[in-house]
């Protein structure tokens, strides 16, 4: 940890997020699986340390240790932009041992049409949930919305991994045939992301000046924002599930391997836990969370929200904007 001083600005990464190590870092300290074995009531306490401390209120003898872990629980756990507790099974801290267990399953069992369905629906099932968990909370969705968006995700993700080991059956080796699940999950990520956050599309998503203030909205930001998490989620997954069938593929060809045939589906998931280790913060760091975008591009592509922003700044635009892209 590198040193503070006495005191923090606690609403800030601890670590430059102008530079990749330092956003790395950072999502590598947040998205701390064991934060989601925390209980309920200590994360409550430390929103309120939070809270307290942002006002300069905290108790007095509060270490700045304590202040540091009550920011971590607090921003591992509650959304940035509404302040809402996020379901244990949607936070990002929950993406190893949740990714591991599903994609391990993935990978071990794909042989069969009604595996590949099933895993693929279960797999979308947590997509789904992780993606309406982490989106930008100030463009509400309506139920309609999600039961579309959810329906679309997962009848794109069954029917390309049906679609390709029909495919690959008949045309390819076995070995092939195991980065079906793969194929299935980038084509879900690029189907299930933007049907989560359509309305963000569609009406635009707010976007801020240095400073914080808000000086409007666009659709533009949204798109850029949606399409950066689209290609981390894809990134996240990508190791596990391309490198562990190379490795799978050998192993089971070792005599001692033959002998354990029950054991390859924990051995899949240690694996692929092993990767998502080390891949979460590594895609959550690829791209700024808090991204920017250019007012003279949208004054390009967007010139009705350029306007607004003209008469929200008093024709004193910023020449840059900024806005959550979400996770």
Known sequence: ??????????????????????????????????????????????????????????????SLEQIIYAKKLYESAFHPDSGEKQNVFGRMSFQVPGGMAITGAMLQWYRTPFAVVFWQWVNQSFNALVNYTNRNAKSPTSTTQLVVAYASATSSAMLTALGCKYYWSKRASPFVQRYVPFAAVAAANCVNIPLMRQNEIGQGIDCTDDKGKIVGQSKLAAAKGITQVVFSRIAMCAPGMLVLPVIMERAEKLKFMQRITFLHGPIQVLGVGCFLSFMVPVACGIFPQKCSIKTSTIAWLEPEAYEKMKKSCDDKVPEVVYFNKGL
């Open 1 to 62: 940890m590198e040193i503070m001083p006495e005191r923090i600005n606690i609403d800030e990464p601890l670590w430059d997020q102008n530079t990749f190590v330092g956003r790395f870092k950072h999502f590598l300290w947040v998205t701390d699986p064991r934060t989601c074995i925390v209980s309920e009531e200590a994360l409550d306490r430390s929103k309120i340390l939070v809270e307290q401390y942002r006002k300069g209120q905290e108790p007095p003898g509060t």
